[in-house]
């Protein structure tokens, strides 16, 4: 299972950032989504789980949860928008990735079980940080994250 990650659209959903996601499985967004367009054209290539972030307004705001748990091909991923409001001990809750954005800066680190993941933004650059997105591919071997640079 292929499990596709994105952040930081505030509004967009680019053509490079489409394309890398086209033929996964299903897709996480971490936040500032920015219009429901961006969910509805997501929800054309995968299933969507997805979180508000912090300058989602009016209709998101209503409609999109603040956290999100999701359990796929057995692993447990726990979204919020801003990793330093975690308000969880992810081992204790039997999360095995933790996945945010905000920082528009891709990161993929691991603390013990958990894998802690950040996408970077898929449509606005910011401190020399290129647009990016992440994909994890499950399988038995376990999780293999990886950052994708979306240049275009």
Do not use: C, W
Not at 10 to 18: D, E, Q, V
Not at 95 to 112: D, F, K, L, P, Y
Not at 116 to 138: E, F, T
């Amino acid at each position: 299972m292929i499990i596709g990650i994105i952040s930081d659209t505030h509004g967009s959903l680019n053509r490079p950032a489409a394309e890398a996601l086209a033929g996964v499985d299903h897709i996480i967004h971490a936040g500032d989504v920015g219009a429901p367009d961006v969910i509805t054209a997501l929800e054309q290539i995968a299933p969507v789980t997805a979180v508000r972030g912090n300058t989602d307004g009016g209709y998101l705001a209503k409609k999109l949860p603040a956290v999100n748990m999701v359990t796929l091909a057995g692993i447990t991923f726990y979204v919020l928008h801003d990793i330093l409001v975690l308000d969880l001990d992810p081992v204790a809750a039997g999360v095995q990735v933790v996945v945010s954005g905000h920082t528009h800066r891709a990161e993929i680190r691991s603390t013990g079980a958990v894998l802690y993941l950040n996408p970077g933004s898929a449509s606005q650059s910011r401190n020399g940080n290129g647009l990016s997105l992440a994909r994890i591919d499950i399988s038995q071997d376990g999780l293999k994250p990886e950052i994708v640079d979306l240049k275009g």
